[in-house]
Antibody
Framework: EVQLLESGGGLVQPGGSLRLSCAASGFTFHNYALSWVRQAPGKGLEWVSIITGNGGSTYSADSVKGRFTISRDNSKNTVYLQMNSLRAQDTAVYYC?????????????WGQGTRVTVSS | AMTQTPLSLAVAPGQPASISCKSSQSLLHTDAKTYLYWYLQKADQSPQLLIYEVSNRFSGVPDRFSGSGSGTDFTLKISRVEAEDLGVYYCMQTLQHPYTFGQGTKLEIK
């Protein structure tokens, strides 16, 4: 059974940093791309960033480029999202999501999410 | 950009429902696949995959859900709505980065 368990969310002041983690199990981790997708309170889904299975390529939404960095440790079956220079508009539930293959394609499984609140 | 219509609809149990998703560019790749997907997010839950590559039902998805379309215009249909189908439906494209979702369509049960 595929499981994605996010952690690291919390309350942070504007301009601060936070690192989210997603521990995965139930599949051969290095064979699959992973994304972070967020959802602001009462809003829709926004794709944030993706990393390919071998970690060789990453892509991010314009809204987070230069501030957020996705990475993965295939020895620990964990993907990370380093978030710097946080803004109020980054407040959201952040979902870790597994893609169908190592390059990307569609998301077939989602974690339960971790909440990030940026506020003074 | 992905544009969904309507943004909300109320349907009585047993009646059909239809949601449209239009992309600003063709989602047909040179590999002949169309990178359009449908997700349902029920209240207080994570999204779940319903349909992949326009018309293929994901594992465990009831056959009352169907997807159709091509190029830039796509439709999700529910042949007979059930109470468990309420939630917000999203289309998503993964043809190119940044991946994008539609705004979401909220389905309510009358």
């Amino acid at each position: 059974e595929v499981q994605l368990l996010e952690s690291g969310g919390g309350l942070v002041q504007p301009g601060g940093s936070l690192r989210l983690s997603c521990a995965a199990s139930g599949f051969t981790f290095h064979n699959y791309a992973l994304s972070w997708v967020r959802q602001a309170p009462g809003k829709g889904l926004e794709w944030v960033s993706i990393i390919t299975g071998n970690g060789g390529s990453t892509y991010s939404a314009d809204s987070v480029k230069g501030r957020f960095t996705i990475s993965r440790d295939n020895s620990k079956n964990t993907v990370y999202l380093q978030m710097n220079s946080l803004r109020a508009q980054d407040t959201a539930v952040y979902y870790c999501a597994k893609h169908r293959d190592w390059l990307g394609d569609y998301i077939d499984y989602w974690g339960q999410g971790t909440r990030v609140t940026v506020s003074s | 950009a992905m544009t969904q219509t309507p943004l909300s609809l109320a349907v009585a149990p047993g009646q059909p429902a239809s949601i449209s998703c239009k992309s600003s560019q063709s989602l047909l790749h040179t590999d002949a696949k169309t990178y359009l997907y449908w997700y349902l997010q029920k209240a207080d839950q994570s999204p779940q995959l319903l349909i992949y590559e326009v018309s293929n039902r994901f594992s465990g998805v009831p056959d009352r859900f169907s997807g159709s379309g091509s190029g830039t215009d796509f439709t999700l249909k529910i042949s007979r709505v059930e109470a468990e189908d309420l939630g917000v439906y999203y289309c998503m494209q993964t043809l190119q980065h940044p991946y994008t979702f539609g705004q979401g369509t909220k389905l309510e049960i009358k």
